[in-house]
């Protein structure tokens, strides 16, 4: 089973009272990288491949899913959250 997920810098239109500034930009390939390397060390997920801020998430059972969305969600909102917004939420690739 393979889901897709987009992931974009954050703008001005994202700042709120938790996130107040606006990360370096030329820190975000950095930021995506180490997200994607989260993503990828999950047990669950069996290949990972990455077009700009776009990620194809391959797992082996379809059961997973709901952990590979809690864990992004997880990661999102904790580590990443001043770093990285999710573009377009997973969906799943046919």
């Known amino acids: 089973m393979q889901y ?16 107040p500034f606006m990360p370096e930009n030329e820190h975000y390939e950095m930021y995506l990288s180490a997200f994607v390397e989260d993503i ?8 990972l491949q990455q077009e700009d801020g776009d990620l194809i998430v391959t797992i082996e059972n379809n059961s997973d899913f709901e952990q590979l ?3 992004a969600k997880k ?3 904790g580590s990443y959250y001043n770093k990285l917004v999710v573009n377009k939420r997973f969906t799943k690739v046919v």
């Open 75 to 77: 990661l999102l909102s």
């Open 4 to 19: 897709q997920l987009s992931i974009r810098t954050i703008t001005e239109s994202d700042l709120n009272v938790n996130r």
């Open 40 to 47: 990828n060390n999950l047990e669950f997920v069996s290949e």
């Open 69 to 71: 969305e809690e864990a």
